[in-house]
């Protein structure tokens, strides 16, 4: 299999072709290579254009709604990033490369040590992962800069919006068990809210 291809087809068809026009996240996508982030038995479709299972009933996110939800938060190489949700970690790194640092949670103990490895083997030096419920988010590290959800809680978690900086941004997918509604949420003087569109993700779980 020719990646490097796949990548760019990925890129041109998926991304590109559906207005992402962040040159930086483009080029993140072209360079991260998704396929060591799934199983063996899937690494050949790991550049089409849907989500893949990674086990425990969690998915890797299909490339589009990633580089939607990440060029909507506008990160700068300044910013520290909170994500809840590490799964394979290819979103984690995928926003490395445009961020200062990101903090990354994950309650899943097995998918947070196998993302954990994989990411210190892959080279990645800005990444910090954390086993622990997102609905805490990471108090110690907080403010964040930019958060993103990659898992849809039943309510708005408070504490997520108390550890966004001032002027930061937020993108969580809200509102229903099955089928949500992606939104963006600004902490200026007020709280903006602005809906980006329907998605479907994975349930945020509480820890038991
Ligand atoms: N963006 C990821 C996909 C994540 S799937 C990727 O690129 O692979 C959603 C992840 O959220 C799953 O791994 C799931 O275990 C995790 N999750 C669910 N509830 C959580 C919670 N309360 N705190 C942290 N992570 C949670």
């Not at 990033?81 to 995928?94: D, F, K, N, P, R």
């Not at 992962?129 to 609905?135: A, E, H, R, S, V």
């Not at 941004?169 to 949500?180: G, S």
Request: charged content about 30%; some cysteine; glycine content about 4%.
């Amino acid at each position: 299999m020719n990646y490097i291809l796949l990548r760019k087809n990925m890129v041109d068809n998926q991304l590109i072709r559906r207005g992402i026009k962040n040159e930086e996240l483009i080029n993140a996508f072209l360079s991260v290579k998704r396929h060591l982030f799934v199983d063996k038995d899937l690494e050949d479709l790991a550049y089409e254009d849907y989500p893949l299972f990674i086990g425990y009933n969690q998915t890797i996110s299909q490339p589009y709604i990633i580089a939607l939800m990440i060029e909507k938060l506008e990160i700068k190489k300044s910013d520290s990033v909170l994500e809840i949700g590490t799964g394979s970690g290819y979103q984690t790194a995928i926003i490395s490369k445009l961020a200062k640092e990101v903090y990354t949670v994950e309650l899943n103990e097995v998918l947070y040590s196998l993302a954990k490895d994989r990411l210190a083997n892959l080279g990645y030096k800005n990444i910090y992962t954390k086993l622990g419920d997102g609905y805490e988010g990471w108090k110690e590290k907080a403010p964040f800069n930019k958060i993103i959800v990659s898992c849809s809680p039943s309510e708005l978690p408070e504490k997520l919006f108390e550890q966004l900086a001032k002027y930061g941004k937020m993108i969580i997918p809200l509102d229903a068990l099955f089928f949500q509604k992606l939104y963006l949420y600004t902490k200026n003087d007020t709280i903006d809210k602005e809906f980006i569109c329907d998605c479907r993700f994975v349930p945020m779980t509480r820890k038991k």
